[in-house]
């Protein structure tokens, strides 16, 4: 798992409720990714971010927010208006960004945060 | 549109014989091509890349993948399973041209080495 964290490993959230996931790397990575993984299927880009005070929509966006204020930390607010949000997610980081004009991009996984709605 | 295909949901083999985990794609452009495993309730771990040069690509903990740019795919292999290689298998692709560098992902391999 690298240098980064996720935190909580395990996050109940009730019906309603917003709930903030944490993600930090002391890797000096540029990018940094939060995907979502449901079981029998492949990883969902939610949103990433390649420099701080920037991110972009990935292909689920809808219910999510996240804010990159810090190189270090990119963290996932799961809003209300997200209508099935249990499933496990992963943040990930990359040297790579179009400033530093990476070519190989390596993905680097936290152990992941298992989100359940009661 | 770029996409990535493992085939099989599940492969089973018997510990000490050879394993494949297959793997196709589709891209534009020249790829680049990654394998990843996840253990249960974990990430994924990185095994090995393909960018450029030798088709033949070594990696973590025996693997190897071979790049085949003829049959657009990028195989994984090892010699002899081991019990502890069963876990969930990742094949992921970028389009070498991609300026926003997200990977495509495939759905997923879950290998099962029989003792």
């Known amino acids: 798992d690298g240098g980064i964290t996720q935190s909580p490993k395990y996050l109940f959230r009730k019906e309603g409720q917003n709930v903030t996931l944490s993600c930090e790397q002391n890797l000096n990575h540029d990018a940094m990714y939060w995907y979502r993984q449901d079981p029998g299927q492949g990883l969902r880009l939610i949103y990433y971010s390649q420099i701080v005070n920037d991110f972009q929509k990935g292909d689920i966006a809808e219910g999510y927010s996240v804010s990159r204020e810090k190189k270090e930390s990119f963290p996932l607010t799961v809003t209300s208006a997200q209508k099935n949000p249990t499933a496990f997610y992963l943040c990930?980081?990359?040297?790579?960004?179009?400033?530093?004009?990476?070519?190989?991009?390596?993905?680097?996984f936290g152990p992941g945060t298992r989100l359940t709605v009661l | 549109a770029q996409s990535v295909a493992q085939p099989e949901d599940q492969v089973n083999v018997a510990e000490g014989n050879p394993l494949t985990v297959k793997c196709t794609y589709s891209v534009s452009g020249n790829p680049y091509l990654f394998w990843y495993v996840q253990y249960p309730n974990r990430g994924l771990q990185f095994l090995l890349k393909?960018?450029?040069?030798d088709n033949l690509v070594k990696g973590s903990y025996g693997f190897e993948a071979e790049f085949n740019k003829s049959q657009t795919s990028f195989h994984l292999k090892k010699p002899s399973a081991l019990v502890s290689d069963s876990a969930l298998y990742f094949c992921a692709v970028r389009d070498a041209m991609d300026s926003n560098y997200q990977l495509i992902w495939g759905a997923g391999t879950k290998l099962i080495i029989k003792p």
């Open positions: 393909y960018i450029t040069g």
């Open positions: 990930a980081s990359s040297i790579a960004s179009p400033l530093a004009g990476g070519p190989t991009d390596t993905q680097y």
